[in-house]
């Protein structure tokens, strides 16, 4: 049996279904980054994309910055689309997702939230990190290792290098750096994201975000913050990107303290969309990032992997 196998058969398990043609080639043998808070072992990219990656990105990012507090870099795309459909199915069939559920109080009473999407994350505050090996949290400052009471209630994860390679590609663009990546996979129109600013204390002032869309083209919405005491000065309009598989969004500046994003849900004949991957590159200044995150996209629940047969997101099971 050849050693070689198209990108296909290393996605589809089964050969009768139809799956998307291409010639690239990986190799059975593609090396995978491992970790002990890891519940399987996570792919590093085929040959295919890696190679890639160094003439992103496609075209240079454009300036978004004609509304009040606004401040965006957008690449359109950022991944050209052949890579962005290859990156999408090789993070969708590989990372470990979780669909979080957390109580909030509002007024008094409680209520269960289910996060309307899959989620994960991985990375680590910028006040640590992983010693060279990844076994050990180490002060960032000291270099001794930090007690284990440091980060009790999550086991923070190193990037695996898939993403990582994505970080850095990214860094190189931006000029900005990163310690977090958060990854949701929205699997229809149903799965959505209400409107929010990632403004947390944790980010520090002013911080850069860049967030990179992957397989369904989904809209992105923003809108200015309310003002306090009274109506939206007329010149703040909402904004709708219709972001498409590859492109990336930084949102930087003033952005977050002062607008709110959303993708909402999609319904009818626009609902069935395939999925769409959404990436962001962040960066957490102090431990209460690190905490906040896990708690957010891992929780407690169960891991999802893909189920390349079933086409659909299943409990993993060791
Ligand atoms: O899916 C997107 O494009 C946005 C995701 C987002 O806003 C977030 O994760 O904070
Ligand atoms: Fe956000």
């Given at each position: 049996m050849s050693k070689k196998r198209t990108i296909d058969s290393f996605f589809a398990s089964n050969s009768n279904t139809k799956k998307q043609k291409t010639e690239d080639v990986i190799d059975e043998k593609t090396p995978s980054s491992t970790h002990a808070t890891y519940p399987f072992p996570i792919p590093e990219l085929p040959p295919s994309l890696s190679q890639e990656?160094?003439?992103?990105?496609a075209v240079p990012g454009r300036v978004i910055?004609?509304?009040?507090d606004l401040d965006l870099l957008y690449f359109e795309?950022?991944?050209?689309s052949y890579a962005a459909k290859d990156l999408f199915r090789f993070l969708r069939s590989q990372l470990p997702f979780y669909r979080v559920e957390y109580k909030i109080k509002r007024g008094g009473t409680e209520s269960q939230i289910r996060t309307p999407r899959y989620t994960t994350v991985f990375g680590l505050d910028a006040t640590s990190l992983f010693s060279p090996s990844g076994a050990t949290i180490l002060?960032?400052?000291?270099?001794n290792p930090v007690p284990a009471?440091?980060?009790?209630?999550y086991q923070p994860r190193p990037l695996p290098k898939c993403l990582d390679d994505l970080r850095l590609s990214t860094e190189a663009a931006t000029g900005c750096r990163f310690n977090f990546c958060l990854v949701n996979y929205?699997?229809?129109?149903a799965d959505s994201i209400s409107f929010h600013s990632?403004?947390?204390?944790?980010?520090?002032?002013e911080p850069a975000i860049a967030s990179f869309s992957l397989g369904a083209k989904r809209d992105f919405y923003m809108k200015h913050k309310p003002f306090v005491g009274g109506?939206?000065?007329?010149?703040a309009k909402q904004l709708k990107l219709p972001l498409a598989s590859g492109d990336m969004v930084l949102m930087r500046g003033r952005t977050q303290a002062n607008w709110l994003h959303s993708i909402p849900k999609r319904t009818g004949r626009?609902?069935?969309?395939?999925g769409r991957i959404n990436i962001t590159f962040r960066r957490a200044m102090v431990k209460g990032g690190t905490d906040n995150y896990y708690n957010y996209n891992v929780g407690n629940g169960p891991v999802y992997k893909w189920d390349s047969d079933a086409e659909e997101m299943r409990v993993w099971k060791p």
């Open positions: 990656l160094s003439s992103w990105p910055n004609d509304q009040p795309p950022f991944i050209p002060d960032a400052k000291t270099n009471s440091a980060y009790a209630r929205y699997s229809s129109g990632d403004d947390e204390r944790f980010l520090g002032p109506p939206d000065p007329p010149e626009n609902e069935r969309d395939g």
